[in-house]
């Protein structure tokens, strides 16, 4: 009896251990597997940064290259539809040195293209006009002038002229418009110098800032 006992046992001891030797072996396969698994992951997480900063250099390189295609352009915002009565390049070289009061040879400015930004019209709103000066000394020259007029006004309507910027650096300037109009407030002079960055003179000290909420928490600590 005690010998068919230990027989019976010796069975299921085998059994047991076939069976977490079959266990461990899956398990260490397993493991080997996580393992894997985890170094592909690595690399492909390797692999997406330098795509990602790839991206982002070519992405800055191309809103370099755009900025740089208009380096000639202004912007004039607030010109009613129409005014240039269909003739925009005969109309604004005559205009731009009337209205800022410059003085050009013949009483006009050399223009190679100009035209209203694309877009469908809308009541009550007026689409921008990009112009490409043929030198840019007369862009130069009619920036420092608005600059200088401040307030330009044309049939009743404010207009503004600025520079032809490329839309990401147009929003990164525009964060910058509640700080500015503190800046303002306070009687303090800013310059926007490119693509984004405010600078200004403040109690004897220079201040610069690329991001508009460092700049807004700045002022913040002054009040």
């Not at 010998?3 to 047991?16: C, G, H, P, Q, V």
């Not at 380096?71 to 009337?98: M, S, W, Y």
């Not at 503190?182 to 109690?203: C, D, E, K, S, T």
């Amino acid at each position: 009896k005690n010998d068919k006992k230990f027989t019976r046992l010796e069975a299921t001891l085998n059994s047991i251990t076939t069976r977490l030797e079959d266990n461990t072996k899956r398990i260490t396969e397993a493991e080997s597997r996580v393992s894997h698994t985890e170094d592909e992951v690595a690399e492909l997480r390797n692999k997406i940064a330098a795509l990602e900063k790839a991206v982002q250099s070519l992405s800055e390189k191309a809103e370099d290259a755009e900025n740089r295609s208009r380096r000639d352009n202004i912007r004039i915002v607030g010109l009613k539809e129409g005014a240039e009565d269909g003739r925009p390049v005969e109309f604004f070289q005559t205009f731009l040195p009337k209205l800022l009061g410059i003085e050009t040879k013949h009483d006009a400015v050399k223009i190679d293209r100009a035209h209203r930004t694309l877009g469908p019209l809308k009541p009550n709103r007026t689409r921008p006009v990009v112009i490409k000066l043929h030198n840019y000394t007369d862009k130069t020259k009619i920036l420092a002038a608005a600059k200088k007029k401040g307030h330009l006004t044309y049939e009743g309507s404010n207009i503004f002229i600025t520079q032809d910027l490329s839309v990401r650096v147009r929003e990164a300037r525009r964060a910058f418009n509640n700080v500015c109009g503190q800046l303002i407030q306070r009687g303090v002079r800013f310059a926007m110098r490119y693509p984004a960055n405010l600078r200004f003179n403040l109690n004897g000290s220079d201040y610069s800032f690329h991001c508009a909420q460092d700049a807004q928490t700045f002022l913040s600590r002054l009040d």
